[in-house]
């Protein structure tokens, strides 16, 4: 039952964001506006995920909405959520902008991580219903795998510097990495079937 | 490498143009790397959902938006806006500092576009003012501008080698504080750099800014949410912890008079 609802909200959810892509690609900027308020956040906080950095945040999302307002990135709502479009052009244009930093400044400093929010008033409702399953997947993880996750989902590494980073031998990455995944997906089944038995 | 094996680099995009192209070659005849591809992408696809929530910096949603409308008007009203703030000097030294960049030349255009897109949000309406929080009074929007710099001044401070420059312009009757600034050092946590007016010796809030990574900042403000009779005589920047600061907490790093 759950599960029905939760996948009726979420095609509403996409057929509001298709209808509002739709209207910024004629130009109407309210549209783009009504895209950028819905996942500001989202984005945002996935960003500093990725990168640890409040203004380079700031600095790959105006990226992104410009990719989104120029049409250099467009969406094709055959090939899945809008959601999962703007997260993955938002990853891309991340790893793209923190790679140009790293090669031309080469005093890279660590920021210190991010205030957080301890109340959680997302007003995506698929982040809302996503993030505590989520986390709760990746805990279970070993340790070893939650790295190789982190290495090359979050932190965009090649599969040499992932080989260095964890230890392994380079043609077993791949093997270890969807390992990892799949082990994740598991989780995920497991925690989503714990609520709803719950 | 044989190139069955390149999937991951392919997907985080690490692969050079030339590896790229070979292997979308690749892609195209072998089903497992295609395969491997769509199951990576499914099996990471909710991983941005883990995400813990941060609040985004005050005022970036008229910064990101301002600048992205700003993208189509700039190309339209380049020589315009030229003439309004000019920016040649920035740009150049931006792109010398960038040359071994080519990928990113965008990049070097982000001061131009922070203050061409404040002009752009004031054009239409200031609709995106770059306010900071108040409330702000929309206008129509303005057919003809008719943009005129008032004032131009540099602000300048003894323990800092950040520099900026400010200048007041009118436009359509209303005024409108612009403010670049660079070479500043980055902010930590919540901080911000925050633009004064001052009047005698009371300040008024006039701007909120972060720092990029090269140390650049620009800011825009319509000064049609201050009192209109009064006379400014100084304005000056202060890093502050957060965005919200009534009166100047931090020290003051930069100033000029006017
Ligand atoms: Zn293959």
Redesign the pocket.
């Known amino acids: 039952m759950m599960a029905l609802i939760t996948e009726k909200k979420g095609c509403v959810m996409s057929n509001r964001d298709l209808e509002y892509y739709q209207k910024m690609i004629e130009g109407d900027k309210q549209s783009l506006e009504a895209i950028y308020d819905k996942y500001e956040k989202l984005l945002y906080s996935f960003v500093i995920k990725l990168s640890s950095d409040h203004s380079l945040a700031e600095e790959v999302l105006q990226e992104v909405f410009i990719k989104l307002w120029t049409q250099k990135a467009k969406y094709d709502n055959t090939k899945g959520k809008f959601s999962s479009w703007i997260v993955t052009i938002t990853r891309y244009t991340a790893i793209d902008i923190i790679r140009s930093k790293k090669e031309s400044v080469s005093l890279e400093e660590e920021t210190d991580v991010p205030e957080e929010q301890s109340e959680s008033v997302e007003d995506l409702v698929e982040w809302k219903e996503k993030s505590s399953t989520i986390r709760k997947a990746l805990d279970q993880l070993s340790d070893e795998q939650r790295k190789i996750v982190d290495l090359f989902y979050f932190k965009g590494c090649s599969q040499s510097v992932i080989a260095k980073e964890c230890d392994l031998p380079l043609g077993t990455v791949k093997g270890r990495l969807r390992l990892a995944l799949k082990h994740l997906r598991k989780n995920l089944a497991t925690v989503k079937g714990g609520i709803r038995d719950a | 490498m044989r190139?069955?094996e390149k999937?991951l680099d392919y997907f985080n995009d690490e692969l050079s143009e030339g590896e790229k192209e070979q292997f979308e070659r690749?892609l195209e005849s072998?089903e497992?790397?295609r395969e491997e591809i769509e199951e990576l992408r499914s099996l990471t696809d909710d991983l941005p959902f883990s995400s813990e929530p941060v609040d985004p910096p005050e005022g970036m949603k008229d910064r990101v938006l301002g600048a992205v409308f700003a993208e189509e008007e700039t190309e339209e009203k380049s020589q315009e806006e030229e003439n309004v703030v000019p920016l040649e000097q920035h740009l150049e030294q931006d792109s010398s500092r960038e040359v071994d960049r080519p990928t990113r030349s965008n990049r070097q255009a982000w001061l131009m576009r922070g203050l061409a897109a404040a002009l752009v949000a004031s054009l239409v309406g200031n609709v995106f003012a770059l306010t900071g929080g108040e409330e702000t009074v929309s206008e129509p929007p303005a057919v003809e501008s008719t943009d005129q710099v008032n004032q131009r001044v540099s602000l300048e401070g003894e323990s800092t080698p950040a520099r900026a420059s400010a200048a007041m312009i009118r436009q359509n009757g209303s005024q409108l504080l612009t403010l670049q600034a660079e070479q500043l050092e980055p902010l930590q946590g919540d901080e911000v750099y925050q633009v004064w007016l001052l009047n005698g010796d009371e300040p008024y809030r006039a701007g909120t800014f972060v720092a990029n990574q090269n140390g650049e900042g620009a800011v825009a403000f319509s000064m049609d949410q201050l009192p209109s009779e009064l006379d400014w005589d100084a304005v000056a920047i202060s890093k502050e912890p957060n965005a919200q600061s009534q009166t100047p907490q931090g020290e003051v790093i930069l100033s000029s008079s006017l």
């Open positions: 190139e069955c999937v690749h072998c497992d790397c």
